[in-house]
């Protein structure tokens, strides 16, 4: 009799399971899809944008967003972690500290918009930088609260709402953002489709919150006193994951120019595109760790190792495609940015690197390790990274004139990541790895490898389009022949979401099979 309730119980909890992982992938495609969108407006609108704009306007667009956002990095208050870890399970919970937070972001946003405005006074900025800081400062506020927002959906699983608004938001950016550049409005204006779209994204995610979740408006500073203290680990990872890219350039502006900003930050819209499933990861990774964590921590390692199998067999080619065809990418963004190609170049890796330390970060902090995560991040993004800057900006941009200090920001944030990567991938020991993993890892780079080796010899006489078409042929049936990817696999994942959580006696999806 025992032994039947215990195969029942067992049984149970293998549909729970089944479950989650088949409603997780389904949302992860429902946003990937999305987000392929959003990103390909993106990718569209940028090279447009740069048409109408000189490097030194360009720059100085990207300097004023991110000289406003470190000062908004104050206004996380580490919600979107704690929301994903904890709302998951309780997803009553997000009432008891949801409004007062919204209270708390309004007052630091006064507070923060007065210290801008003191800080640009002292620096002696122009009326119109001072304005397109200012109007970005809303837009940061805004944008910290869609990332809460949409943290509670993803946290309960409701993302399909979630994933229609953010084709429409994008939309309202880029034609906002295309409309400024051919009307040639004043730079302060280019910061308007942000705060519109970003705004439209806030009223639709609080109407799906309230419809989803339940979620009331409620003052409560005890409850939210709480959560600020839980989630001061995940703040200060944050703030010090949110300085990358950010701290960067504004460094960069100080000690180079706003030409050097404009240059590094074309080839950055286009290298950041690896960056579309960092949402997806986010999203739906950690709420499914966060189950999983409830349960044991070996379920969560063999999560971590086939979510770092899978980024890897994504991000990788994406990098592949960037390096060998920056010349044409940078291109079509116009003449005036040609000295990008190589930055371009140094920043492409950086993205298969942060993949990696998100994953191993996620495991740290479903772990109840969020402190160490907290620790590496400082040490990264607020001392070696900024280090790094002020020892090479300079000297780079002295050596090699123009395009010199940009490559000094790429070059530190690229030795930067390979410094978290090891310590990140170190503190998780055998956790991070299995032999499954290592061997896609070195299947892969053999590809890798025989692809570059073609590219300098054998297909060096074609033009560029059909050299890469080549070359993208070449690395999808190196993987498939050496097996680095298994399309059954992904053919399997597909069908879970398919069936939308009515699943057939069949074994475990692929994310928490059990480590061969």
């Not at 309730?5 to 946003?31: D, I, Y």
């Not at 950086?350 to 995560?373: I, K």
Request: glycine content about 8%; charged content about 15%.
């Amino acid at each position: 009799m025992n032994t039947h309730s215990e195969s029942t119980q067992q049984n149970a909890q293998e549909h729970e399971r089944s479950q989650e992982a088949m409603g997780a992938v389904r949302n992860g495609l429902q946003l990937g899809g999305s987000l392929l969108v959003t990103y390909a407006i993106a990718f569209g609108i940028r090279p447009l944008l740069t048409h109408y704009l000189s490097p030194e306007d360009f720059g100085r667009f990207n300097w004023a967003d991110s000289f406003s956002a470190i000062f908004f990095i104050a206004t996380n208050l580490g919600l979107e972690m704690y929301i994903r870890k904890e709302v998951s399970r309780r997803p009553e919970h997000a009432s008891d500290f949801f409004g007062t937070s919204l209270l708390v972001r309004l007052g630091l946003t006064v507070v923060l918009m007065g210290a801008l405005t003191l800080v640009m006074s002292y620096r002696g900025d122009s009326p119109e930088m001072r304005a397109l800081v200012l109007v970005f400062g809303l837009a940061q506020l805004l944008i910290m609260l869609n990332a809460s927002m949409a943290a509670l959906l993803h946290a309960k699983g409701k993302v399909a709402g979630l994933s229609i608004s953010n084709v429409v938001t994008k939309v309202v950016w880029g034609g906002g953002l295309l409309a400024v550049g051919v009307l040639r409005l004043p730079l302060p204006w280019l910061a308007v489709p942000v705060v519109a779209s970003e705004a439209i994204k806030f009223v639709v995610g609080w109407h799906l919150a309230r419809q989803h979740i339940g979620l009331v408006f409620r003052v409560d500073l005890a409850a939210m006193w709480k959560v600020l203290k839980a989630g001061l680990p995940y703040f200060l990872t944050a703030a010090a994951l949110a300085t990358n890219g950010r701290l960067d350039i504004m460094i960069l502006g100080m000690l180079g120019s706003h030409e050097e900003v404009g240059w590094y930050s074309a080839a950055w819209s286009i290298s950041n595109i690896t960056f579309a499933l960092n949402p997806v990861m986010g999203w739906v990774l950690l709420p499914l760790m966060s189950r999983a964590a409830a349960r044991s921590e070996e379920e969560v390692s063999v999560i971590a190792r086939r979510a770092l199998e899978g980024t890897l067999a994504v991000t990788v080619p994406m990098m592949m495609l960037i390096v060998m065809g920056a010349p044409l990418w940078i291109g079509l963004l116009g003449r005036d940015y040609s000295l990008a190609v190589n930055l371009l170049r140094l920043q492409s890796p950086l993205f298969v690197l942060a993949f990696v330390t998100m994953t191993c970060g996620s495991w740290l902090t479903m772990t109840n390790r969020e402190w160490w995560v907290t620790g590496t991040s400082i040490f990264g993004s607020l001392l070696l990274n900024p280090l790094l800057n002020l020892l090479l900006v300079p000297r780079m941009y002295a050596a090699y004139g123009d395009g010199g200090g940009a490559a000094g920001t790429a070059l530190s944030m690229l030795l930067m990541e390979v410094a978290i990567t090891i310590i990140m991938l170190s503190r998780m020991g055998r956790s991070a790895v299995d032999r499954r993993l290592l061997v896609m890892v070195a299947k892969t780079a053999v590809v890798c490898v025989g692809v570059v080796a073609m590219d300098r010899t054998v297909l060096a006489p074609l033009e560029d389009w059909p050299r890469l078409a080549v070359e993208a042929m070449l690395y999808v049936m190196g993987v498939l022949t050496l097996g680095a990817v298994r399309p059954g696999e992904v053919l399997a994942v597909v069908k879970l979401a398919r069936r939308r959580g009515n699943p057939e006696p069949e074994p475990a999806p692929i994310a928490v099979a059990p480590t061969p």
